[in-house]
């Protein structure tokens, strides 16, 4: 019974580790991480705050970003 138990409960995690797995690929989890930390590096260079504009939207993308990620 105990290893009845044990097996069922590891099929519902594998079978939840599937659909996480579905999801971030869905929501192209690695493309907004990857975009993120290039975002990152932009909001580094002290170049991009001669364009205030500029820096806006970066500072607004990488916001976004990192609620989504």
């Known amino acids: ?3 009845e ?3 069922q409960l590891n099929n519902t995690l594998n079978d939840l580790e ?3 797995e579905d999801i971030r690929v869905y929501m192209d989890y690695q493309g907004k991480k990857d975009r993120l ?3 990152i590096g932009l909001s ?3 170049e991009l705050w001669n364009d205030p504009k500029r ?3 970066i500072g607004k993308e990488s916001k976004s ?3 989504s990620c």
Do not use: C, F, T
Request: charged residues 45%.
């Open 44 to 46: 580094e260079d002290p």
């Open 55 to 57: 820096a806006q939207e």
């Open 5 to 7: 138990v044990i097996n």
């Open 18 to 20: 599937k659909r996480s």
């Open 1 to 3: 019974m105990e290893a």
């Open 65 to 67: 970003l990192k609620a």
């Open 37 to 39: 930390e290039e975002v």
